[in-house]
């Protein structure tokens, strides 16, 4: 069965760096988007970002020029490089993949504060 697992998550000071991972299986990994979604409590689901099969990559605003999404299809994962890390980036972190239905890994928090 599909299974997402996001980790990488923790607590870090504004302006740094944390890097986030998604191990998926269960589909051929390499024939599929995957998408990062975040949400802040009392906030909806935002979209972050996703990497194509062929490697394309789309950004939301809020984070262009300063996230980073990547993928290793030997391996099955996709990660989010997450730089210059502000306040409103603190949120529950998702990776997503749409095959036949969607999926959702459990999250991993991430927590920007001084």
């Known amino acids: 069965q599909v299974k997402l697992v996001e980790s990488g998550g923790g607590l870090v000071q504004p302006g740094g760096s944390l890097r986030l991972s998604c191990a998926a299986s269960?589909?051929?990994?390499?024939?599929?988007?995957i998408n990062w979604y975040r949400q802040s409590p009392g906030k909806e689901r935002e979209w972050v970002a996703n990497?194509?099969?062929?490697?394309?990559?789309l950004y939301a605003d809020s984070v262009k020029g300063r996230f980073t999404i990547s993928r290793d299809n030997a391996r099955n994962m996709v990660y989010l490089q997450m730089s210059s890390l502000k306040p409103e980036d603190t949120a529950t972190y998702y990776c997503?993949?749409?095959?036949?239905?969607?999926?959702w890994g459990q999250g991993t928090q991430v927590t920007v504060s001084s």
């Open positions: 997503q993949v749409y095959y036949y239905r969607d999926y």
């Open positions: 269960g589909f051929i990994f390499s024939r599929y988007t």
């Open positions: 990497i194509g099969n062929g490697d394309s990559e």
